[in-house]
């Protein structure tokens, strides 16, 4: 046999014995590719009752980020245009003499008024949990070394 030959012959044995003993991709999330989706572990939001305590701050991992919500918000939820739970605690900073978060001045419309005057939210805006989103200090899913920069 020539060399040619031989090495042909050689190369194909060892993609053949190659692709017989290889199992696959061996997903992170510890099922098969094909299989559905299992559904999150339900995550604590540390107790945290909106108007309870002392307000809880997440800090921000870059410039820009919009404050995270640290509490539950199922209970606001649906939010629509005739009915924003958020805005019943957060269209001002100070609520049964306690000191929240207010909303920014960018949410803000120029034009439009409440019944006292007060300039009201920019209906564009009212989405809130566009942006704000809550958070839970859940353990991270992988290693990383990102370290926000929010200055």
Not at 7 to 31: E, K, N, Q
Not at 48 to 57: C, D
Request: contains cysteine; hydrophobic residues 35%; proline residues 10%.
């Amino acid at each position: 046999m020539n060399r040619t030959a031989s090495l042909a012959l050689a190369t194909l044995l060892a993609t053949i014995v190659g692709c017989a003993s290889f199992s696959g991709p061996s997903p992170m999330r510890g099922a098969e590719v094909t299989a559905p989706d299992r559904a999150p572990d339900l995550k604590a939001y540390d107790a945290k009752i909106p108007g309870v305590g002392q307000p809880h701050m997440i800090v921000r991992t870059f410039v820009g980020q919009p404050p995270l919500v640290p509490h539950d918000v199922e209970k606001y939820l649906p939010i629509t245009q005739d009915d924003n739970a958020c805005l019943e605690c957060h269209i001002t900073d100070e609520l049964r003499g306690q000191k929240i978060p207010k909303a920014g001045q960018s949410h803000f419309s120029p034009t439009r008024k409440r019944p006292d005057g007060t300039a009201d939210i920019e209906m564009s805006r009212y989405q809130c949990n566009n942006c704000h989103v809550p958070q839970v200090d859940a353990k991270p899913l992988v290693d990383s070394l990102f370290v926000g920069v929010t200055k």
